[in-house]
């Protein structure tokens, strides 16, 4: 089945740098990227997300990019500010129908 | 998106007991999942609510355990059954809204004491 490996496990930042969390996935028949933010105590929330025949989505100061043939996914926040702080998951999946299976995790810490 | 209601949001259980999770949806949606989210880590897919038909179950996990109900498009239950502290976790519902897209509900905290 589908692995995903998420990294790094923990990321700290100066407000207004920029953050980059890397994952890579084993199933090729893979196709749909997500990336999920988790503050604490609440629910995954979607933030962006990419498809197989795309290779960057860019939403304000986000933005995501793939690489199919190396398997890998990054998403990229540019001008980080404190409410960025919080738990990222990557995931993927396939068809539409099947369920994500998630990354670790990165705990992302934007000081001010 | 669609909004999701699950309850119970947070419960103190007993160990040897059973504690049911329900899961309600504003929309009818195909696709209904079970994660676990243990403190500090990852979603965990605990198995696919199937409308009509058995849930599908992953890797590690058992319909005796952790049977499920999904009687319509709109709602969907998980029962913790026979919990030990082992079983203390976040346990949170998914739907798919089509395309791939995939939203949670708000996740029941539960501790086994």
């Known amino acids: 089945g589908e692995n995903v490996e998420q990294h790094p496990s923990t990321l700290s930042v100066q407000e207004g740098d920029s953050a980059v969390i890397k994952c890579t996935y084993s199933d090729s028949a893979s196709n749909y990227f997500p990336w999920y933010k988790q503050e604490l105590g609440k629910r995954p929330q979607l933030i962006i997300d990419i498809r197989s025949n795309v290779g960057e989505k860019k939403d304000q100061r986000i933005a995501v990019t793939l690489n199919k043939t190396a398997k890998h996914f990054s998403l990229h926040i540019t001008e980080t500010q404190p409410e960025d702080s919080a738990v990222y998951f990557c995931?993927?999946?396939?068809?539409?129908?099947?369920?994500?299976?998630f990354g670790k995790g990165t705990t992302l810490s934007v000081s001010s | 998106s669609a909004v999701i209601s699950q309850k119970p949001s947070r419960d103190i259980c007993q160990r040897g007991t059973s504690l049911t999770i329900q899961c309600q949806v504003d929309?009818?949606?195909?696709?209904m999942f079970w994660y676990r989210q243990q403190p500090g880590q990852s979603l965990t897919l605990i198995a696919t609510a199937n409308q009509g038909s058995e849930a599908t179950y992953e890797s590690g996990f058992v319909i005796d355990k952790f049977p499920i109900s999904r009687p319509n498009l709109t709602f969907s239950t998980l029962t913790v059954s026979n919990m030990s502290p082992e079983d203390s976790s976040i346990y949170l519902c998914?739907?798919?809204?089509?395309?791939?897209?995939?939203?949670f509900g708000q996740g029941t905290r539960l501790t086994v004491v």
């Open positions: 929309s009818q949606v195909t696709m």
């Open positions: 995931a993927a999946s396939k068809q539409a129908g099947t369920a994500l299976i």
């Open positions: 998914s739907v798919e809204t089509g395309a791939n897209e995939a939203f």
